[in-house]
């Protein structure tokens, strides 16, 4: 007997001795130390990464942790570690945390920067990433796809970190659902700021995708809450949820171009989020439906102006029978108790109806399938001017009821119904962005399961005081919509820099490039009258502007045929803005060109009163180049075998070499071939960019090359205004040809001797899917 009790007392005391041994805290210097503490480690572990920059750094977490005692991989001092070229970290096991990583000055060399798995077989469940930074960690070309952060696996959390940069195609966070290991997930998305997306020219440009079309019939249960999405602005979908039973709770979506979709996959609960536009943008969206089953309530919508698929609330129409990949027909969703301040036309039903396409499309692209069952309840709808059309319907609309929807202006829609109703009520500003009633509206309609909607937006027992619209009184007068300081990691804020520029004043083309090299980005250099002969490239990889002292006696840059490069050489990142300059070239030379490869960024190219001529073209891109700004304001472009070319995007897959072209109140003169042709392939109704303004302006005696039918090419572009404009001796067979069915027409311009105008209703693209 004696003998049994040592042995129990001998075993007892080794899982005692082994719980004290395993907490263990490993500073590791190298990425050699790392895989030696990673290969030892014990539940109850630390292993921090010291101090400095880890370079090329493909770290691999594995380990079997316990709910009590994770093992935990962290820095010596937030801030103070930054992971950067081609690295990349990779977690597998139970129970593991990561902890203050920061990712910067590089890019992942393989299909993600944080995942969730090492390989198939070894896959991270229980585990967390947290206070982690991901900033401008992108692909040197932006066609390269990658994903930021992959889910895979159970039970696993992203919270209090910062993403944001990411310019190349893939969603910045994908959730994987592949394989029973990979559903029924319940992770947490939880407290994050995602902070800028740019806008990157085509689809694959999403901040979230949770799921994908093969798996959207897969239960997912991922909690997307409290986080913060800042100007994601890469693509029409914020967040693009494909699979079944998300939830989207309590989330602000500020100024993103977006909208937050439920793509694929059923039964999603959206509730209490908040969505801020602004005076600027039409492309600021809320939420768009497809499929079945989903709940949207409690929702805030203050200043969108968005439209069709960026509209506040967009109820699609479907494809009959429709395969995984395309629009399911939409049935059985709620939007209840939600408020809409300012926003025009608050919802849009039946969207991409497109049943008129019929001549271009095939029949398993035909949208035809209109809502069932959709129910609109207990809505708010406020404007401090009055809105008479808060209903627009792109088709018949009979599945969808109302039912005590309130609304402050008059009701001027095609769809009027009792159930929407104009009243005369108050809303008071508490601050900025919040507006809340001065008395609560308490005719609710009580619907089918509502006593489950038992909360306000700001977490108001409705039981005891409910309201029409997403605010329930009373509220305090402090009352903040979000706090911007609960989002991210507490240790990091992101950089915005509010200096003020230094104006560089040159004299000489040697003071010139000198200055170009010295300057920070925002800086100015102001040229003396005079001419000055450049023999080289000047390459703009950071915001510059460059302008003449004196608007009179304008200074003239006269680039030299020694070199056939362009004049100024736009770079990932590069914002160039020449203003009063005379800009005189050879015919071997663009004036302005992008690098052939790796633009992994935007450019931008503003001219204002300015002068340009004797250049091969005004400017030339290369594939994978996108500026997501190109304006010709007030100028005079001249004497050049051709113009503006945004049309190296040929293979049809949605992408375009530029977000916003303005051309304005400018003349352009003897240019050979096209001034324009700015062109977007590929049917992808998700697509809606890019956008062309066209106005005040005279084209003259150009378009005389015998390949030159078309003077202004805009194929595939969705959004152009084509007005004022004088055409005269343009000896083309067409001025432009327009796309009418996207609301494309000319308006006021005079036409001499010049080709015509045509207006093609519906056109013939290729399909992507």
């Given at each position: ?5 040592l ?94 990583l ?55 959390q ?30 947490q ?5 995602f ?8 689809p ?8 994908s ?88 919508f ?57 001549d ?95 909360e ?16 329930s ?12 300081s ?12 509010n ?52 608007e ?73 180049s ?24 040929t ?119």
């Amino acid at each position: 007997m004696k003998y049994i009790f040592l042995t129990l007392l001998l075993f007892f005391s080794g899982i005692n001795f082994a719980q004290k041994a395993s907490n263990q805290q490993i500073l590791v210097k190298n990425i050699t130390e790392y895989n030696s503490a990673v290969d030892k480690a014990k539940p109850g572990d630390v292993i921090t990464l010291a101090n400095g920059v880890w370079k090329d750094a493909e770290l691999i977490f594995k380990g079997q942790g316990t709910k009590d005692q994770p093992i935990t991989l962290n820095v010596e001092d937030k801030g103070k570690v930054t992971i950067e070229g081609k690295s990349s970290l990779k977690l597998a096991g139970e129970h593991l945390i990561v902890d203050g990583l920061y990712f910067t000055n590089g890019y992942t060399p393989s299909n993600s920067v944080i995942q969730f798995k090492v390989d198939n077989e070894h896959i991270a469940n229980h585990s967390r990433v947290t206070n982690c930074v991901i900033e401008n960690f992108t692909q040197p070309s932006r066609d390269v796809q990658d994903h930021w952060i992959e889910f895979w696996g159970r039970n696993n959390q992203m919270d209090h970190c910062y993403i944001a940069g990411k310019s190349n195609s893939g969603p910045t966070l994908r959730v994987f659902l592949k394989g029973n290991e990979n559903i029924n997930t319940h992770h947490q998305i939880i407290n994050n700021y995602f902070g800028p997306r740019p806008r990157k020219g085509g689809p694959h440009g999403e901040t979230l995708q949770i799921g994908s079309s093969e798996t959207s019939m897969t239960p997912a249960y991922v909690n997307v809450s409290e986080n913060l999405f800042y100007r994601c602005n890469g693509e029409v979908e914020i967040i693009s949820s494909k699979s079944n039973f998300n939830e989207f709770k309590h989330n602000v979506f500020f100024e993103s171009e977006g909208s937050l979709v439920l793509r694929h996959g059923n039964y999603a609960k959206i509730d209490g989020n908040v969505f801020i536009g602004n005076d600027n943008s039409e492309f600021i969206g809320g939420i768009r439906v497809i499929n079945t089953g989903h709940w949207i309530t409690n929702n805030y919508f203050y200043k969108l102006k968005g439209s069709e698929f960026r509209s506040p609330l967009a109820v699609m129409n479907g494809i009959p029978k429709s395969p995984l990949n395309r629009y399911n027909q939409v049935t059985d969703v709620v939007a209840a108790f939600n408020t809409y301040v300012n926003c025009i036309s608050p919802w849009h039903f039946s969207v991409g109806s497109n049943v008129a396409k019929s001549d271009v499309l095939p029949a398993s692209e035909i949208r035809s399938a209109r809502p069932e069952r959709v129910l609109l309840a207990n809505n708010l709808i406020y404007n401090d001017k009055e809105q008479k059309f808060p209903v627009v319907a792109y088709d018949t609309i009979d599945g969808v009821s109302f039912k005590k929807n309130i609304l402050n202006s008059p009701n001027e829609s095609e769809i009027r119904d009792k159930g929407i109703i104009t009243r005369d009520f108050k809303m008071k500003k508490i601050n900025e962005y919040l507006y809340v009633p001065v008395e609560n509206q308490t005719d609710i309609y009580s619907g089918f399961d509502f006593e489950k909607i038992e909360e306000d937006i700001f977490g108001k027992d409705r039981r005891t005081s409910n309201s029409i619209g997403a605010i329930s009184l009373p509220v305090h007068n402090d009352q903040k919509l979000f706090e911007i300081s609960k989002y991210g990691p507490d240790w990091y804020t992101p950089i915005n820099e509010n200096r003020k520029a230094e104006v560089f004043q040159v004299s000489t083309s040697e003071e010139l490039l000198e200055a170009v090299q010295k300057m920070a980005s925002g800086d100015i250099i102001e040229i003396k009258s005079g001419a000055y002969k450049l023999d080289v490239s000047i390459p703009i990889d950071k915001k510059i502007t460059i302008q003449s002292k004196s608007e009179e006696n304008r200074a003239i840059l006269q680039f030299s045929g020694n070199n056939s490069s362009a004049a100024f050489e736009m770079n990932p990142g590069g914002v160039l803005k020449l203003e009063n300059i005379i800009l005189k070239g050879t015919k071997n030379r663009d004036a302005f060109g992008t690098l052939d490869k790796n633009m992994s960024s935007a450019y931008n190219l503003w001219v204002d009163n300015s002068e340009i001529s004797d250049f091969n073209s005004l400017l030339k891109v290369s594939q994978r180049s996108f500026a997501d700004t190109i304006s010709i304001a007030n100028s005079t472009i001249k004497d050049l075998q051709s113009g503006i070319n945004l049309a190296e995007e040929t293979d049809d897959k949605g992408e375009y070499n530029a977000e916003f072209v303005y051309i304005i109140n400018s003349k352009f003169e003897n240019i050979k071939e096209e001034i324009l042709n700015y062109y977007r392939g590929g049917y992808d109704e998700s697509t809606i960019g890019g956008n062309l303004v066209l106005t005040g302006n005279t084209f003259k005696n150009s378009g005389t090359s015998e390949d030159t039918d078309i003077l202004l090419k805009t194929r595939g572009i969705v959004n152009v205004e084509f007005s004022n404009n004088s055409f005269l001796n343009n000896p083309v067979k067409f001025i432009a040809i327009l796309w009418g069915e996207k609301g494309q027409k000319p308006e006021n311009n005079s036409i001499k001797n010049s080709g015509e105008i045509k207006v093609e209703e519906n056109l013939k693209q290729k399909l992507m899917y």
